[in-house]
Structure formats: C-alpha cells, structure tokens
C-alpha cells in the first residue's frame, strides 16, 4: 500500500483523494501517473514524516519517470529540501540550481539558496573571515533580489536586512 494511503493527517488524505480522482479523470499517460505517485509518496509522506530517505527513493523514482520540465524543477526543488534540512548545503545547492534551469520562477529556490549562503557567511564571521563573509553576504542578498522580484510581497525579513545593510536597490 503506498504511504499516502496509510497517512493519518487529514489534509495529507484529503489531498491524496483529489489526487486520485484527478489521475483518473485527467488523460494522462501511465507514466505520468506513476511519476506523479512517486512525488505525491515523496512529499505528502515520507519528507513530512522526515523519512527523508524514503523521500529521495521516491523523488529520484518519480525524476526517472517524470519527462515534463516544469515538474522535473519541482522535483529537484524538493530534493534539495531534503539536503538542506541534512545539512549537505552543497548538494542543496546544485538541486536549487537544477531546479531553477528548469523553472526560473521557484522564488522558493532562490530564497533557499540565499539562506545557505547567509548562512555560510556567518560562518566566516565566527571563523574571523571577513572578506569571504562578505562574498557569501553579497551572494545571498542576489539571490534574495531574485525571489523578491519574482513574488514582491514575500520575504520581508530579507528585505529588511537587504535594507539594513545597505544591499538593496
């Protein structure tokens, strides 16, 4: 039985039965059908459960069946959710950008990626690297502009510190 059938949460099964009905009702091909259980099975079960290896199985499944672009970005989109919430930011990083190939309005890609290197930056803070600090600061605030420009009333704790320190234009 696919995990989706066996979740608990409400909303979770709610969205399985849409989804089902959907599948059925929609002309779509049968693997476009599986495609899509494997990334409904990724997301709505395993990564909200943080089983975040089954997660990727089902991700790297449905990435193998998906052929749409579009999809594909938001597949590579959840597979570095998975990396960054393991702290492999690298590999999040490349996902990110995969997925932003593919679909350059993921605003939540952009912000994923600025926070890695927010992040990053405040390493070299503590770690007394100035100049590097300031590169991954300079990143981050790129990458922030981007998802403020594609969705304008979101990421207002990055605007603000866009503003703070003087990076925004």
């Known amino acids: 039985m696919p995990r989706s059938r066996i979740n608990g949460n409400f909303i979770d099964k709610t969205f399985s039965i849409v989804a089902n009905i959907l ?17 409904r099975d990724g997301v709505m079960s395993a ?14 499944e449905a990435m193998r069946l998906e052929i749409d672009p579009y999809d594909r970005s938001y597949i590579l989109y959840n597979i570095g959710l998975i990396h960054t919430s393991n702290g ?10 995969r997925a ?17 290197c927010h992040y990053r930056g405040e390493q070299a803070v503590r770690q007394g690297d100035s100049e590097i600090a300031e590169a ?15 969705t304008p009333g979101n990421y207002i704790e990055a605007q603000n ?7 925004f234009e």
């Open 100 to 116: 932003l190939e593919r679909n350059p309005f993921l605003p939540q890609a952009f912000n994923n990626m600025a926070v890695i």
């Open 161 to 167: 510190w866009l503003k703070i320190t003087g990076r």
């Open 23 to 39: 599948l059925r009702i929609i002309p779509t091909t049968s693997g476009e059908k599986e495609a899509f259980t494997y990334y």
């Open 88 to 97: 492999e930011h690298t590999k999040a990083l490349e996902y990110y950008f």
């Open 136 to 150: 991954w600061f300079n990143q981050a605030a790129e990458y922030w502009k981007q998802a403020i420009a594609l």
């Open 47 to 60: 990564q909200s459960e943080g089983n975040y290896a089954e997660a990727l199985h089902n991700y790297y």
